[in-house]
């Protein structure tokens, strides 16, 4: 407990350190003895204190006023002020989860209203109140999210999510909100289960309309996948991947793999002949709906045409591992690629030659040993034949080397 109050005691005057206290997911990270990297804080000391101390005021429109700092030994920190003592027990009980509603002062006095400490050993996660999701529907998303992270939801707080349909409130929040836990879903230690929760509580179907038809469409024909509905498949891949991947962009990837099979025809079913080429541009579109990054956008687009091939690697030709090589270079799912397809195919590893070949795709003329002037005197509609064979011929030294 000094190693974590130390540094607070020496940024604040000793005379508040019984006003001031620890809250939130920074007292709840240090219980369960997991490392934090922000601090949240509450604080009863005089406003013109604060400036001084480093901290700067951002009030936002519809949020209350929350003091900033960023510390070069502790990282970000987040204050809110309180203009008496007695209103910590309220503020306390306006938070979300009672896991999140432990207050520690920096003399080192607990302050716990809610019982959350017992909550905590259970890794159980109960709401403050009856109004905790109707004051912010986004802890729905964060509560399932802790779900994807090895917590179980009480029951009490299961069934005031099951009985009630959320739908208007949440679609009344800016979808950045709702992508931001669920990147976060994505590098729990169970991503999967963030998106079954989603499926049992019906939560976000304005935002992931996809997730919802999953459920109604055929993998594939059975003896290819024998689990069935798309939803299943593309759990399981989301639960190999992330097993051998933290990267949350992977598990993202895993999961929307098969984005192209929302596009088949149903009188085409079980089947889904060029999938992996109709869920290219269903990818980019979904990356924009939600606001991610563009380079999330390009990865799912791209995964979603070529982790199929990796799977066929022995049947294909050498100019087209090539090309897929210098594809998946260019789209940076050089590394996520081969965990995708590895997942979405038990049973296969990533062929010894795939870093071979982005290797040789990214050489230059000059790395592929290619004489310079020979190059440029012939047509230039000859050039990117003649360099190809080239890689080609260097990609089969390797092979026969190894």
Known sequence: MNTLLQPFQQLFPLQYHEQIFLVGGTVRDFLLQQPACDYDLIAVLPEELLPSLG?????????????????????????????????????????DFTVNAIALSLHGKWYDPLDGQQDLQQRLLR???????????????RAIRFVADGW???????????????????????????????????????????????????????????????????????????????????????????AVSPDPLASFCAFFHDIGKLSTDPARYPKHHGHDEAGFKPALNLCKRLCLPAEWGRALAWISRLHTNLNRWSELRDATRLRMADQARKAGISRILPVVSAADKPGNSTPDQWFQALEVAAMNSTQLGINIEQLEAMQEKHRPDFILQHRIRLLRSYEYIS
């Open 55 to 95: 901290f700067r005021l951002v009030a936002g429109k519809t949020t209350r006023p929350i003091w900033f700092q960023h510390d070069a030994q502790l990282g970000k920190l987040e204050l809110i002020r309180l203009d008496d003592i007695s209103q910590l027990d309220a503020d306390l009980r306006r938070r």
């Open 127 to 141: 709401v403050c109140s009856d109004q905790s999701f109707t004051d912010d529907p986004l802890r729905l998303i």
């Open 152 to 242: 179980q939801l009480a029951s009490e707080t299961a069934q005031q999510i099951q009985h009630q349909d959320w739908a208007e409130q949440l679609v009344s929040l800016p979808v950045e909100r709702f992508s931001r836990e669920m990147v976060k879903a994505l590098a729990a230690s169970q991503p999967e289960r963030f998106f079954e929760q989603m499926i049992q509580y019906r939560l976000g179907t304005d935002w992931l309309l996809e997730l919802f038809r999953m459920p109604d469409i055929p993998a594939g024909p059975l003896q290819h996948h024998p689990e069935g509905d798309l939803l299943t498949h593309c759990l399981q891949v989301l639960q190999r991947a992330a």
